[in-house]
Nanobody, 127 residues
Framework: QVQLVESGGGLVQAGGSLRLSCAAS????????MGWFRQAPGKEREFVAA???????????YYADSVKGRFTIVRDNAKNTVDLQMNSLKPEDTAVYYC?????????????????WGQGTQVTVSS
């Protein structure tokens, strides 16, 4: 069983930055695919970023096109955390952001592939 707790959301002006953090419990964190998703009011949950173990100490990072170049996913296996550094924020980034984990991933961008979810944290970007 994995428990995920997000923190770091808030209100920021367009162009600003926020850093979200997800703390995970569990002894096999290193091998889990960790993802960030977001959901705006009236919209479906969408993929933002993920980090996936590829063997040894190699992890691949994946990003949605809408955040590429602005967001960075940062994984710290020693602390069992995965952060999402968000720069150059836009009003359209406003959403509830969720951390997710999976040990059986096939498609990192699909929310259905993730077994565990955090409670979500609100990010609001004002124009």
């Amino acid at each position: 069983q994995v428990q995920l707790v997000e923190s770091g959301g808030g209100l920021v002006q367009a162009g600003g930055s926020l850093r979200l953090s997800c703390a995970a419990s569990g002894r096999t964190f290193n091998s889990y695919t960790m993802g960030w998703f977001r959901q705006a009011p009236g919209k479906e949950r969408e993929f933002v970023a993920a980090t996936r173990w590829r063997g040894g100490s190699v992890y691949y990072a994946y990003y949605a096109d809408s955040v590429k170049g602005r967001f960075t996913i940062v994984r710290d296996n020693a602390k069992n955390t995965v952060d999402l550094q968000m720069n150059s924020l836009k009003p359209e980034d406003t959403a509830v952001y969720y951390c997710a984990a999976s040990n059986t991933i096939t498609v990192v961008t699909s929310p259905q592939e993730y077994n565990y979810w955090g409670q979500g944290t609100q990010v609001t970007v004002s124009s």
